[in-house]
């Protein structure tokens, strides 16, 4: 597609139940980010992929979060046992090389999960 | 700890004015900025940028300025149009982007 692309854009779930959240990045960049952004705060980064190399899961919140990219594309972005602070718009963001070499970041328009 | 930061939750700026985001950050190894713009329910778009070799930026009506013995940077908007109002975050680039908290702009007709 022409751009990055999540879905569900929506997700109401009760509290300890399992997510998943999708990321579609734009075709042929190497690197994804998740990131996610609560109510009135900042966009927080969670975790970082580039190429075949291992992910950057230093901001993820919880061992509850994990994340997988199949075939250098899609992500997968898995929340366990939710909890009602879990509760935010969460955005993924594709970029054609890795950030350090200078690069800006593609988003998605956010999954906007709610726990109830 | 929070590497980029802007100061200032929201502006109010009169349509034609010029408005004035800002931002600061800590560390001096970040070399590429970017400015984001952010519409509710929406994700948000890359605006413009600046290398650290750089100390302005323009494309159109938007321009960034870095100082980088101040580590701050801004971004420039003029003349402010009513669809500039929006959330801007600022980032900072290394193994990944680091986003500050945002500035709402608010453009009055």
């Known amino acids: 597609g022409a751009g990055v692309s999540q879905s569900p854009s929506n997700k109401v779930t009760e509290k300890g139940k399992d997510v998943e959240l999708r990321c579609d990045p734009i075709?042929?960049?190497?690197?994804l980010y998740w990131y996610r952004q609560s109510l009135g705060q900042g966009l927080e980064f969670l975790i970082y992929f580039q190429g075949n190399s291992a992910p950057d899961k230093s901001g993820l919140p919880s061992d509850r979060f994990s994340a997988e990219r199949t075939g250098g594309s899609v992500s997968t972005l898995t929340i366990q046992r939710t909890q009602q602070e879990d509760s935010a718009v969460y955005l993924c963001a594709s970029s054609r090389i890795r950030a350090r070499l200078g690069t800006e970041a593609f988003f998605g328009q956010g999954t906007r999960l709610t726990v109830v | 700890d929070q590497q980029v930061k802007q100061n200032s939750p929201s502006l109010s700026v009169q349509e034609g004015r010029i408005s004035i985001l800002n931002c600061d950050y800590t560390?001096?190894?970040?070399?590429?900025f970017l400015w984001y713009k952010k519409y509710p329910a929406e994700g948000p778009t890359f605006l413009i940028s600046?290398?650290?070799?750089?100390d302005k930026n323009e494309d159109g009506r938007f321009t960034v300025f870095l100082n980088k013995s101040a580590k701050h940077l801004s971004l420039h908007i003029v003349p402010s149009q009513p669809g500039d109002s929006a959330v801007y975050f600022c980032a900072a680039s290394a193994d990944q982007f680091y986003f500050g908290t945002g500035t709402s702009l608010t453009v009055i007709p």
């Open positions: 600046i290398s650290s070799i750089k």
């Open positions: 560390n001096s190894m970040f070399d590429y």
């Open positions: 075709s042929g960049h190497t690197a």
